[in-house]
Each structure stands twice: as structure tokens, then as C-alpha cells.
């Protein structure tokens, strides 16, 4: 399975900032340490033109020429720096790069990941929780343009977030166009809390253990397949946050490594019986011990290179 990072950009941050930046350059090292099957490789950064199939052109001005206001950035949760400005677009690069992959004909596609991405909170004008652009976003609208230009046929889209902080971005970005079903499945009380409607969404209570969690995560999933059926999504984002573990700082649910393994092993299985390719992202995750949060990412990427092997395998592609 091709795995992309962009960990080469670093942003830097102030002492005691509790965004875990320093999850990525660790989860980077240790794939690389034990690759198992991934293979690990560099992608550029987005460019403007794919920045504004998503996002106003004032704002994607703003970040790249450091004009945002102070309440602008106080709400994306960063101070504008020339390197939160360019790990920003490399960070989109990374799933658009990954997402064609997922696309791609040949032992490459059907399952490919990002090391990072799932900036869900991002909407078309503003960032917000961390997420300056959204690059599930971005990369949905690329594809489809390069689908269209191919095959001279409409990609149909479907994003899984599972993550715990609801996708009010996306779900926002996407609210008028069918062409894209968004799928939320989060902690009903936690951030954002003025929510922005998905197509599905499922709000959980705090402290949601294994059980209750992957109880309502499988008919979430049977009504996500019964309302794209019509017309089934050719490509999934799978967001699969870390940030529902028991061990999470910011989660407030109650899920075991293995009740996430779970979790990802149910929708990736899923996704390969449909036959739809998969891009799976690293999102969230705030542990108490960051090294907790690095072994719940490693999980999901483990289960999705096995995911692709699977995948190879039957020959979908």
C-alpha cells in the first residue's frame, strides 16, 4: 500500500501547545522502521487552482500571504507562519496524491493512505480547529474533474468520518451537492458545537465504550449503503480519527485499541465487498501519551494495507 506524508515541513509550534504536531514525524518513522507493506512516499504540495475547488480565493489569498486576522487564526487554533502557510498545502498534496492512487489501475490502487489529513473543520472560507484547508474536500472535487475528463462520467463520492469531532466543514462545503454523501459518526457534546448538518449523522454519548460504538456504527454504515444506492459512491474518504480512544485528552469516549481496530476492519471490509476504492486519512488524536496516539494510527494502517493486499488480491481493479 502506498502510504503519503509530508513530514519534511515541519511547524514549529510554542511550548505547551496542545496540538500534537509531533505525532506525524514519529508515526513517519515508525512505518519506516517496519514498513510492512507500505510503502512511503512524498507528495507535493496543492496548487491554488485545486485549493479553490473548494475554497474562496480571498481566504486561500489570506493563508498564503499571511493576511488573516488575529480572530481568524485564534479560531484555526495556529498563528499564521510561513510554514503553517506551506504544511497547509502540502498536507492537501498528500491526499490528492493519495487519492489518485486509490484510483489508479494496477497492484497501486483500490486502498492508499495519507499520514495526515482529515481537516474536517475547515469550510469554504474560514479554517478552524486546527484545519486551515480541507483537503478531503479539495481532493473530492479534483477527482471528480479528473474522472470527468477521462471518462466523460460522474464520480459519485462518499466521505466516512469517524473521526470524533463532528465533519461540520465538509458536511458545509458539501451541503447542496449530491454528487457527495457525507457521513458523520461523533461525540454528539464535544467540538464544534454549533454543528453544520451531514447527510448522516450519528452524535454519540460521552464515555461510548467498544460495544455501544460499534453497535451503532453498522447501521450507520447499512444506511449510508441503502442511500447511495441509486448511484454508489466510486471513492471514499475514510477519516479514521485516533481521537476516540480512552486515552484521547479531547475525546470524552471510551474506545479500546482493539474496539478501534474493529471499527476500521468494519469499514474497510465493507468498503472492499462494495468494490469502492478507499483513501484513509490519520485525522485526530490528542492522547495523554502521544506514543498511545502513534500506536492507534499504526493500527489503522496496518488494517488498511491488509485492506489492500485483500483488495489485490480478488483483482476489483
Partial sequence: MIAFHFDPHILPLPPGHRF???KYGLLRRRV???PQGIALRIAGPASEGELALAHDPGYIADVREGTLSAARQREIGFEWTPA???RAVWSVGATIAAARMALAEGPDGGVSASLGGGTHHANATQGSGYCVFNDVAVAARLMQAEWHRR?????QVAVIDLDVHQGNGTAAIFADDDTVFTFSMHGERNFPFRKSPSDLDVGLPDGCDDHAYLAALRPALDEVWRRTGARPPGLVFYVAGADPHEGDRLGRLKLSSAGLAARDEMV???LREHGIPAVVLMAGGY????DTTVD???QTL???QRAHCAWARVGTM
Fill in 20 to 22: 500534537p504536531i509531533g
Fill in 32 to 34: 519506516e522502521a517496519d
Fill in 84 to 86: 503553517l502557510a506551506a
Fill in 151 to 155: 471518462r466523460r462520467a460522474l464520480l
Fill in 268 to 270: 474497510l471490509g465493507a
Fill in 287 to 290: 492522547g495523554q501519551v502521544v
Fill in 296 to 298: 492507534v494510527h499504526l
Fill in 302 to 304: 496496518r488494517i488498511a
